[in-house]
């Protein structure tokens, strides 16, 4: 039997299974470009991460502590996706870490940071309110049955080896974190860029900048959710590279309005 019919019976689950289903979507970019952008995407994420990190060491704030704790699972999830391409599979504790920290809290916690940044009591509020969905999610990702087959690729970053979505399924729980940290995120960003766009231009186009990332970032979630493949990472690069920049232009906007004062 060819390689290729191993892979369709084996992921697939025949002619009308998944990486079927899939391949009426090929891929937009080919294998060795979406190796690269993956190696970029996760060196930009752990280098915010350590930009965002060593500004809370600096400041302590709820602001930065959650946004540095929301970069801190982004990059671990580019990176659990890259160790899954680079091995030509997921592990399961590799899924595991992948789908808490990137699927179902992708943006949770830098959505939090950015109303912490605008309203820390009702960030603070608001944090405590979700703690015990917080526990619960933990808990069905560590302990939902786990059948890596049902992927259309032994190392897709979908959900489709959890459960369908109910009650006891962390499929459920991705769509209302995601949709409340990209709500939280975007609003704040927009927000802030209508506020200083004549008081502190650089601050304006920071903001600017992550409201773009934020975008991008929901953008090819989206794409992904209705079978677009091969965007992923190009999606994931770009959306950490625009935030990454409107993080320096934010920090950069302080000494700006230091000199105008």
Known sequence: IPPETLALLRYGRGVGGPMMRRAALPALLPSPGRMVLGLLATALSWALFALTFGRFRRRPSLHNALYSLGLLFFALAVSAELLARLQGGWSPFLYRLWYLTGAMHGVTFLGLGSLALLRPRAARGLLLALSPLFLWGLYLVASAPLDLARLPEPYAPLGAAFPPPGLTSPRLWTLPFNLL??????????????????????????????LLATLVLAS?????????????????ALGVGLLYLGVLLADGSVAYAGGRA
């Open 181 to 210: 940290g990209t709500l939280l995120m975007a609003g704040v960003a927009l927000y802030t860029t209508l506020l200083f766009r004549r008081q502190n231009p650089l601050r304006a186009r920071g903001t600017a900048l992550i």
């Open 220 to 236: 090819t979630s989206a794409l992904n959710r209705f079978g677009v493949a091969g965007l992923e990472e190009a999606g994931r």
